[in-house]
């Protein structure tokens, strides 16, 4: 890659701070996506090409100057740094900025890079599963299929002397399914994906994906309305880890908790959720949708420990968040792009296993409602009030798992909710997303063992 090598870094640097300033950091972005989606029996789109382009920040009495080009040339960089030194007023910076190179600190295997495969395959790919999911049940009214790979190369340069670059590519496959019948409409999804190559396709058919859904919407379909009240609740490891980020995760970004908009804010040290809980966050695991090996700060990817037995032990932290609390970045400084400034952002966040097995928590569990799919979910970060949707959900009765539910909801605050589980599984399950925040999209992936939730609001028919 070597891009910004080809430039006089230090020069440009120095130009950022003529004016003054704590920090300055450039961020070189090479993007080639591709992208297709197919809905309705035929090709709706294929996004393909390539993006570059670099940023350039000035810190400045903690806060941020940026300005981005998506012309990288000596003249352009040199444009950038003027334009963001008007925004400091203060001591010139006259340090000599030697820039060393770095190397990330994990490399992700990729066995089969997808910009190898031909588009031909790709949407061949995308076709069959199609035709998978609509034969599935004559109910089935709506299909549709999204194929999405990007090979991402990133370089970072900053007044601190660091150069580093990172190479990343990822692939992503989702099948949504619509089913019908009557008047009752009901909708299954499922997504794979992570920083991998085409090597996911043999762990994950998408024949296979297709089918999940579409038994997903047509089982739904068939499902009984959820009965609302309070009750308890068992979360499977399926369910992905949708409660966690947004229950806590977000609450944790240390931006939101030095506004005050977090209700974990200065709680650092204190009881924040139940002793059987540990909560992390870890950009290290490998080929996992929310890895990297320096984050886009250039940060070496590390593991977090957030919450443990209980107790609050620190926030996600970018370069800007750690320089006013005089502390250290977490390595979790993310952006969108090349035209995003920096945030502190979730990378792979999850509860750690328990020791107790999932049958047990079902077994002693006399009523309520299993969660196997949670939906979507929108969270408070003031207060920690919360609403979830599920997707896939059964009663439970007796101690065993029983008839399917739809439209179920749940609602409550996070941390009541987390000081209340009282039991946690001993399994572990995956969910990935794409987490937005500021008008910025990043991929993430959340994971959680089965737990039970003692009580909780569910919205449902009373």
């Not at 035929?42 to 300005?67: P, Q």
């Not at 999940?212 to 979360?235: D, F, H, K, Q, W």
């Not at 966690?244 to 804010?265: C, F, K, M, N, P």
Request: charged share 25%; glycine share 12%; with cysteine.
């Amino acid at each position: 890659m070597d891009i910004l090598a080809n430039f006089d870094m230090p020069r440009v640097l120095k130009t950022a701070l003529k004016n003054g300033g704590d920090f300055a950091d450039l961020f070189y972005e090479y993007v080639q996506p591709t992208s297709i989606v197919y809905e309705d029996k035929k090709i709706e789109k294929i996004i393909s090409g390539i993006d570059t382009g670099v940023g350039l920040r000035v810190i400045y009495h903690n806060k941020t100057a940026y300005a981005y080009a998506n012309q990288v040339t000596d003249e352009g960089l040199l444009d950038l740094a003027d334009a963001v030194s008007c925004a400091c007023q203060g001591k010139v910076f006259n340090k000599d900025i030697n820039v060393m190179r770095r190397t990330p600190g994990i490399t992700h295997l990729i066995k089969m890079s997808p910009q190898e495969i031909h588009i031909e395959k790709k949407v061949a790919m995308v076709k069959r599963a199609s035709e998978v999911a609509q034969s599935w049940d004559s109910r089935i009214k709506q299909v549709k299929v999204v194929y999405g790979d990007s090979l991402r190369r990133i370089a970072i340069a900053n007044s601190d002397g660091d150069f580093i670059e990172d190479q990343r590519v990822s692939i992503l496959f989702t099948v949504q399914v619509v089913a019908a019948s009557e008047q009752i409409i009901q909708t299954g999804y499922e997504s794979v994906g992570g920083v991998m190559g085409f090597e996911l396709f043999d762990e994950y058919p998408p024949e296979k994906i297709a089918e999940i859904a579409s038994s997903r919407a047509v089982n739904m379909l068939e499902a009984r309305r959820a009965p609302g009240g309070r009750m308890t609740v068992v979360i499977s490891s399926e369910a992905g880890g949708t409660m966690i980020h947004e229950a806590i995760g977000h609450g944790l970004e240390a931006d939101l908790a030095h506004a005050g908009l977090s209700v974990y804010s200065d709680k650092v040290g204190r009881d924040v959720a139940s002793p059987l809980m540990t909560v992390v966050d870890d950009a290290t695991l490998p080929n996992k949708r929310g890895s990297f090996g320096c984050d886009d700060e250039g940060v070496t990817a590390q593991r977090t420990v957030l919450v443990e037995g209980g107790i609050l032990k620190g926030y996600l932290y970018d370069r800007l968040t750690a320089m006013k609390d005089h502390t250290r970045s977490t390595g979790n400084g993310r952006r969108e792009s090349y035209q995003h400034r920096p945030l502190p952002r979730m990378t792979n966040t999850f509860i750690m296993p328990g020791t107790t097995t999932p049958e047990e928590i079902i077994r002693t569990t006399s009523k309520g409602l299993f969660v196997k799919k949670m939906g979507g979910g929108q969270v408070n970060t003031v207060n920690g009030d919360f609403v979830f949707e599920v997707n896939e959900g059964y009663l439970i009765e007796g101690g065993t798992i029983g008839d399917p539910v739809r439209g179920a909801t749940l609602t409550g605050n996070g941390p009541t909710l987390l000081k209340e589980i009282d039991m946690v599984g001993n399994d572990f399950g995956f969910g990935i997303g794409t987490c937005g925040k500021d008008g910025q999209g990043v991929p993430v992936s959340d994971a959680q063992p089965t737990l039970r939730i003692p009580e909780i609001i569910v919205g449902g028919e009373v």
